[in-house]
């Protein structure tokens, strides 16, 4: 099990950029793929980005292409979410999460979760 805390969330105008950081301890992190979700009020939780163990693979939704970027550094357990251009919709809370092999960008397909951290975009 790997054991993840998000931290970075806030609040920032439309336009904006912010960077989530999820940090993560246990020993199979680096062999981990990695993935960032979103769950705003009403909705269900939604696959944002994903990158795998090595970093070389990433994957986004369609809605977050262009303007958000993941990256990992394994040397330092962590795992980040750059985010530009926010808008109004982006607003949710996000959550990384951890699978030690990835089928779906789903979120069943993901067995560690953090607790999430809030991001509001203002317009």
């Known amino acids: 099990q790997v054991q993840l805390v998000e931290s970075g969330g806030g609040l920032v105008q439309a336009g904006g950029s912010l960077r989530l950081s999820c940090a993560a301890s246990g020993r199979t992190f680096s062999s981990s793929v990695m993935g960032w979700f979103r769950q705003a009020p009403g909705k269900e939780r939604e696959f944002v980005a994903g990158i795998g163990w090595s970093g070389a693979r990433t994957h986004y939704a369609d809605s977050v292409k262009g303007r958000f970027t993941i990256s990992r550094d394994n040397a330092k357990n962590t795992v980040y979410l750059q985010m530009n251009s926010l808008k109004p919709e982006d607003t949710a809370a996000y959550y990384c999460?951890?699978?030690?092999?990835?089928?779906?960008?789903?979120?069943?397909?993901?067995?560690?979760w953090g607790q999430g951290t809030q991001v509001t975009v203002s317009s």
């Open positions: 999460a951890a699978t030690p092999r990835v089928q779906t960008w789903t979120p069943g397909n993901f067995g560690s």
